[in-house]
């Protein structure tokens, strides 16, 4: 049975850091495309990174292009996401996602291209 659980979030500063972790069971992180995802209050959710299978590719929302860095450890069987100079803006529920359809990232992660879903971790932006 595949699962994700994610963690690392928080309440940090304006321009401050977190690492959030989306720890995979159930199959290997490394066949799929992985993408991490953001909702906002009110706002719909949105594709800010992925990494691809194989060759570990990445790509990333022009929003947080410069600030955020995805990366895996297929020995944890696990991704990350390095959030840096944090900004209100990025206040939502983080989410990690898998597609299962396809090794490679997509140029824009879309929310219908990924069937397994974390439970999401909270990142609040706030001084």
């Known amino acids: 049975q595949v699962h994700f659980v994610e963690s690392g979030g928080g309440l940090v500063q304006p321009g401050g850091s977190l690492r959030l972790s989306c720890a995979a069971s159930g199959f290997f992180l490394d066949y799929y495309a992985i993408g991490w995802f953001r909702q906002a209050p009110g706002k719909e959710r949105e594709g800010i990174s992925c990494i691809s299978a194989r060759d570990g590719s990445t790509n990333y929302a022009d929003s947080v292009k410069g600030r955020f860095t995805i990366s895996k450890d297929n020995a944890k069987n696990t991704v990350y996401l390095q959030m840096n100079s944090l900004k209100p803006e990025d206040t939502a529920v983080y989410y990690c996602?898998?597609?299962?359809?396809?090794?490679?990232?997509?140029?824009?992660?879309?929310?219908?291209?990924?069937?397994?879903w974390g439970q999401g971790t909270q990142v609040t932006v706030s001084s």
């Open positions: 996602a898998a597609n299962t359809m396809r090794v490679r990232c997509t140029p824009a992660s879309q929310v219908h291209e990924y069937d397994y």
